[in-house]
Each structure stands twice: as structure tokens, then as C-alpha cells.
């Protein structure tokens, strides 16, 4: 599994955390986030790991702000990007099911009821359900093209 992720300075030690436990499973992580707190513009970061994701080498995306939110707003904004940004280990669970995002969103400055590992292995470890769920998939991503 190969991973492109980035992220501002409002999460760089969630992004190293999240590198440590993906690549103890075996994942391959590239990192185009920043590894400082010096300030910088997360839709810049997003662009970014959304371009190189769509060059196709990658399986998935990961982002991270310090809520996950402008970065995921950002990054659902480029065609053919679908971000989730889950609360939780049963909502990374469901959306990996239900939504098949190419891309997860997670906030450096969110206290998780779940730890990061739990949330990323519910993700990982689940499969797309496909059926009525692909339906709703095309019919989401229709609407880019409106
Ligand atoms: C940066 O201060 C912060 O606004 C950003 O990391 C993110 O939380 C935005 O949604």
C-alpha cells in the first residue's frame, strides 16, 4: 500500500504518528507536509498531495490540519478527490464501507475518543461494500460535473 500525505503545522507530530503506525504495517508513506510549526496554507498542501495522488502511483491520500477541516474542505474541492474526515474508529470503519474515500483527513489538534492507530486500522482493515454503495459513489461524484 503506497500513501501520499501532508499536512500543515497545526499536525506534524499526528502526520509522524500516523507515518510510525502505517509504515509498522507495512505501508509506504510519502511525506509532502511540513515537519516544522512554521506557518503555512493548508489548501497549498492539499493541492499538492492531490496533484501527485493523481499522477496514479498512490492508493490513498492522507491529510492533516489542526482540525482536519479546511485541509479536507480543500482537497474535496479537486476533481476526483473524495476526503473523508472521520470522528471516530466506527465512522473510518463506515466510510471506508460505504464511501470508498481516496483520501482521509485528520486534525492534529483534535482530542480523538479513539487513538489514531485504531482509527487508521478501521480504515485499513475494512473493505468497500460496493453495490448500493457504488451507486451513491457515482451519483457524489456526478455532481462534480455540474
Ligand atoms: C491553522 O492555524 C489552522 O487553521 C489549520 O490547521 C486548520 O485547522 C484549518 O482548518
Request: aromatic share 8%; glycine share 8%.
Amino acid at each position: 500500500m503506497k500513501i501520499i500525505i501532508g499536512n500543515d503545522h497545526g499536525a506534524v507530530e499526528l502526520k509522524k504518528k500516523i507515518i510510525n503506525h502505517l509504515t509498522s504495517k507495512g505501508f509506504e508513506c510519502v511525506n509532502i507536509g511540513v515537519d516544522t510549526e512554521d506557518s503555512v496554507d493548508y489548501p497549498d498542501i492539499a493541492e499538492k498531495a492531490c496533484a501527485e495522488y493523481l499522477k496514479g502511483d498512490y492508493d490513498y491520500g492522507i491529510l492533516c490540519c489542526g482540525t482536519g477541516i479546511g485541509i479536507s474542505i480543500s482537497a474535496n474541492k479537486v476533481e476526483g478527490i473524495r476526503c473523508a474526515l472521520p470522528q471516530d474508529s466506527y465512522a473510518a470503519e463506515m466510510t471506508k464501507k460505504h464511501n470508498n474515500p481516496n483520501f482521509i483527513a485528520f486534525g492534529g489538534r483534535i482530542e480523538y475518543k479513539d487513538n489514531i492507530e485504531d482509527m487508521l486500522n478501521a480504515f485499513f482493515d475494512n473493505n468497500f461494500e460496493a453495490g448500493r454503495h457504488q451507486n451513491r459513489i457515482d451519483k457524489m461524484m456526478a455532481l462534480e460535473k455540474r
